[in-house]
């Protein structure tokens, strides 16, 4: 069932012993999203504890630093940022079926929990997050809005992506107010990068590829590039943007290898393609710039299904 803003702030305060899940391979948003919410029930004096299939990446330590532990069994689940119960990973498997209220921006959002609050047209999940906390009666502290920015920022690539509105600007700018030390926020997030992190970056530019006339750009990570460069997916979170980079590309692909056999396809669309639509054609979605899917196959077949679907939207 659907609900309004109003009514999930009433079931979270009529709750306790609250768990909350981000998605498998974390980025800004979904642990801005769980760390902010997090933060804002432990002031109101309820117990909240937060889990996710993947590790959350070093470069993100500022939204968590000072925070106690909590051990309780869960009496109510809420989810953020999360599309679909696919994005759980294999660590969540257990909490399939029972979320009792999801949180989320993505309009390719599949209703999977019993309540659901779902804003399409936020630019960030944390803007949604940010207004929740505010109708349960949480002030917005330094470490809330800290968590709140980096969502908003991150989902936006630093506020410069067209999804980016002007409630987003707005919301920031209250959190900057608040004490978000954005400066710090944007060179740790955007600015900075381990050996690791720019050795894998180089290599996957080697492997890039121009298809369709030039307005589709592809490039690979394979599971031997994770591991020769000592970096997981999470910590690559900014590589699908760059084969949108190259002038002239409409569509940047990066096909990311999971397992033998199994790929995750990461789409970026500059302005014309609704990137969300072609990953529906796979089962997946997102939002009409960025969207993803999984596919199974060679990474020969992989390749050929995803280009063919995009130069058919390309046409």
Same mark, same amino acid.
């Not at 309780?72 to 940022?81: G, M």
């Not at 999977?112 to 917005?140: H, K, Q, Y």
């Given at each position: 069932m659907e609900v309004t803003r109003k009514e999930a702030a009433q079931l979270l305060l009529a709750a306790d012993d609250i768990l909350i899940l981000c998605h498998r391979n974390p980025d800004g948003d979904t642990m801005g999203c769980a760390h902010a919410l997090q933060h804002g029930l432990r002031s109101l004096g309820k117990r909240a504890r937060i889990r996710c299939s993947?590790?959350?990446?070093?470069?993100?330590?500022?939204?968590?630093?000072?925070? $106690?532990?909590?051990?309780?069994?869960?009496? *109510?689940?809420? !989810?953020?940022?999360?599309a679909d119960e696919g994005l759980f990973g294999e660590g969540l498997a257990?909490?399939?079926?029972?979320?009792?209220?999801?949180?989320? %921006? %993505?309009? @390719?959002?599949?209703? *999977?929990?019993?309540?659901? #609050?779902? /804003?399409?047209?936020?630019?960030?999940?944390?803007?949604?997050?940010?207004?929740? #906390?505010?109708?349960?009666?949480? !002030?917005?502290?330094?470490?809330?809005?800290?968590?709140?920015?980096?969502?908003?920022?991150?989902?936006?690539?630093?506020?410069?992506?067209?999804?980016?509105?002007?409630?987003? %600007? &707005? #919301?920031?700018?209250?959190?900057? =107010?608040?004490?978000?030390?954005?400066? =710090?926020?944007?060179? &740790?997030? *955007?600015?900075?990068?381990?050996?690791? =992190?720019?050795?894998? +970056?180089? +290599? $996957?530019?080697?492997?890039? /590829?121009? %298809?369709?006339?030039?307005?589709?750009?592809?490039?690979?990570? @394979?599971? +031997?590039?994770? @591991?020769?460069c000592g970096v997981t997916e999470a910590e690559l979170e900014g590589i699908p943007s760059l084969p949108t980079r190259l002038e002239g590309v409409e569509v940047g692909i990066t096909v990311k290898e999971r397992e033998p056999g199994s790929y995750k396809i990461s789409m970026r669309s500059v302005k014309r393609v609704n990137v969300s639509d072609v990953c529906r054609q796979f089962g997946g979605g997102g939002h009409r710039y960025a969207a993803g899917c999984s596919l199974s196959g060679s990474l020969d077949e992989v390749k050929s299904a995803v280009l063919k679907a995009v130069e058919a939207a390309l046409a």
């Open positions: 993947d590790p959350f990446p070093s470069r993100y330590s500022f939204l968590w630093e000072g925070e $106690a532990g909590q051990d309780f069994a869960p009496r *109510f689940i809420v !989810s953020v940022d999360i257990d909490c399939l079926g029972k979320v009792d209220l999801a949180v989320d %921006h %993505h309009p @390719s959002h599949r209703f *999977f929990a019993r309540n659901t #609050l779902l /804003e399409p047209d936020s630019a960030a999940c944390c803007e949604i997050i940010c207004l929740l #906390l505010r109708e349960m009666g949480v !002030s917005l502290d330094r470490q809330a809005a800290l968590c709140l920015y980096t969502g908003m920022a991150t989902d936006t690539g630093c506020f410069k992506f067209s999804n980016t509105s002007p409630r987003t %600007h &707005r #919301l920031a700018a209250e959190m900057m =107010e608040a004490g978000a030390p954005y400066a =710090e926020i944007n060179k &740790r997030v *955007f600015e900075t990068k381990s050996a690791a =992190e720019f050795a894998a +970056e180089r +290599e $996957a530019l080697n492997t890039l /590829e121009v %298809h369709c006339g030039g307005q589709a750009a592809l490039i690979v990570l @394979s599971r +031997e590039l994770y @591991s020769r």
